[in-house]
């Protein structure tokens, strides 16, 4: 973790607020916790006093993280599951609300039998499940997920 990239806690929990996340100190502890290490522990720097410091970039988790809780009503827990096999590059349309919720079940009901999933990427095993999904996504597309994946694909930051 770069030193620059820590911000003070304080300005991780305003950052998060203007994504409309609003959580307390006391949830982000719990967030961190050795129970559910949803987000890595904030760090003092040397010399910097009583400040803890969290990595910026923690921001757009806690964003995945609040809306997996908050929007699908997914447990702490499960998505301590979830995020062991969902890569950052479906974060944008999970923040967005584009991913359907039975693409949430597939994932946290799967019995990942290891000859069938050994070797395989976390991309690929989430693809699979998203494929396996089909009905249900055409069901979601046609009642506006189509529309709200449009609009998270548009706003999607792009890497370089």
Known sequence: MEEQSLIPVAEFLAQARRRGVNLSLRALRLYYSPRYELLDPPVFKKGGGHIAYMPQGDVDLLEVVFKLNRGYGIT???????????????????????IPPVVFEKLLNAKFDQKI?????????????????????????KHGGAELLGQALNTAPTRG
């Open 76 to 98: 702490l827990t499960q998505i301590k599951k979830l995020l062991d096999f969902v890569p950052d590059k479906y974060y944008p349309l999970i923040k967005a609300g584009c």
């Open 117 to 141: 999933f050994s070797g395989m990427s976390k991309d690929k095993i989430t693809d699979a499940h998203i494929l396996a999904c089909g009905e249900s996504l055409i069901h979601w597309a």
